[in-house]
């Protein structure tokens, strides 16, 4: 069964700084996909970014970036010059190709962009 | 494009009481997903539907839970009767994951917050 683990419930960051936000997972699977979403109080979950396994190439969407390293199983998520809208709980999410599998989400990151 | 839009926003009920959630996913999207997200905790798939049938229901607590999606368009999951650890949002999301498209990401409605007292 495919697990995920983020172990920071809570981060903090100053305006305009950059912060990281930690996600390993567990798989026996190759090729999977994942993702990083965004929950605001508004509770609608958004999709920040995403990553296919099979891309050496980190992604990356304006401020936000993965560092995706395979072998150690681990998912990070970097924002560069956080802004107060930024202020959300971030949850990492896993799922494994083909249209039968559901997503598996962790237990997210409460962050919070401080003025 | 219109996103996944749920209802009620908000719903307290008594426990043993019953309560309907309804979700109209976005045009086109033939999986829809059943989430429910207790507090402090990540979303947990209920149910998933491929149109209008059922593809893991593995999950839901069937003795109290049940779920359609008529017609493969809208669907409705239904909690009878409550208990207090039903308490949380329960979010719907839908996907174009199809066969030949099977990475689209979810997208998520708004969810409904239940509260069980």
């Known amino acids: 069964a495919q697990t995920v683990t983020q172990s920071q419930p809570e981060m903090s960051v100053q305006e305009a700084e950059t912060v990281t936000l930690s996600c390993t997972y567990d798989t026996s699977e190759n090729n999977y996909y994942l993702f990083w979403y965004k929950q605001p109080p508004s509770r609608q979950m958004i999709l920040v970014i995403r990553?296919?396994?099979?891309?050496?190439q980190n992604a990356t969407e304006n401020r936000f970036s993965v560092n995706f390293q395979k072998a150690a199983k681990s998912f990070s998520l970097k924002i560069s010059d956080s802004q107060l809208g930024d202020t959300a709980m971030y949850f990492c999410?896993?799922?494994?190709?083909?249209?039968?599998?559901?997503?598996?989400f962790g237990a997210g990151t409460r962050l919070t962009v401080k003025p | 494009e219109a996103g996944v839009a749920q209802s009620p926003r908000y719903k307290i009920i008594e426990k043993r009481q019953s309560v309907a959630f309804w979700c109209n996913p976005i045009?086109?999207?033939?999986?829809l997903y059943w989430y429910q997200q207790i507090l402090g905790q990540g979303p947990k798939l209920l149910i998933q539907f491929q149109n209008n049938g059922v593809v893991d229901d593995s999950q839901l607590p069937k003795d109290r839970f049940s779920a359609e999606r008529l017609k493969g368009v809208d669907s409705t999951l239904k909690i009878q009767p409550a208990k207090l650890e039903d308490s949380a949002v329960y979010l719907c999301?839908?996907?174009?994951?199809?066969?030949?498209?099977?990475?689209?990401?979810?997208?998520f409605g708004n969810g409904t917050r239940l509260t069980v007292t």
């Open positions: 990553q296919e396994a099979y891309k050496q």
């Open positions: 999301a839908s996907s174009l994951r199809t066969e030949s498209s099977y990475n689209s990401p979810l997208h």
């Open positions: 045009s086109g999207h033939a999986t």
């Open positions: 999410a896993f799922m494994k190709p083909g249209w039968l599998y559901d997503m598996r």
